[in-house]
């Protein structure tokens, strides 16, 4: 299994970025999918999850700016982070959901917004 994450960058507070994480070696269609992010010095955690059938979720402090999607047909899920502020500055990663399906984490993406 491989998950690679892509598309992060350096924006200023209330700027845009759409994260994109490309899934092989799963049936990824049938997956529930999360994106997480790691920042210095602190634990990594769930920022979002969907599942096969597109249903989502959001922790308290992304929820309203950010929206997780998913493309089946190009084994892709993608976080759309909008209103982003200096506090979401992290390593972002997808990976499964369930801890007995997680998967070797990849190198992340690196998302630092300025104020």
């Known amino acids: 299994v491989q998950l690679q994450a892509s598309g992060g960058g350096l924006v200023q507070a209330g700027g845009s970025l759409k994260l994109s994480c490309a899934v092989s070696?799963?049936?990824?269609?049938?997956?529930?999918m999360g994106w997480f992010r790691q920042a210095p010095g602190n634990q990594r955690e769930l920022v979002a999850t969907?599942?096969?059938?597109?249903?989502?979720n959001y922790a308290g402090s992304v929820k309203g700016r950010f929206t997780i999607s998913r493309d089946n047909a190009k084994n892709t899920v993608y976080l759309q982070m909008n209103s982003l502020k200096p506090e979401d500055t992290a390593v972002y990663y997808c990976?499964?959901?369930?801890?007995?399906?997680?998967?070797?984490w990849g190198q992340g993406t690196q998302v630092t917004v300025s104020s």
């Open positions: 990976n499964f959901v369930s801890t007995t399906k997680r998967a070797k």
């Open positions: 070696g799963r049936n990824f269609r049938v997956e529930h």
């Open positions: 969907i599942t096969g059938i597109g249903s989502t």
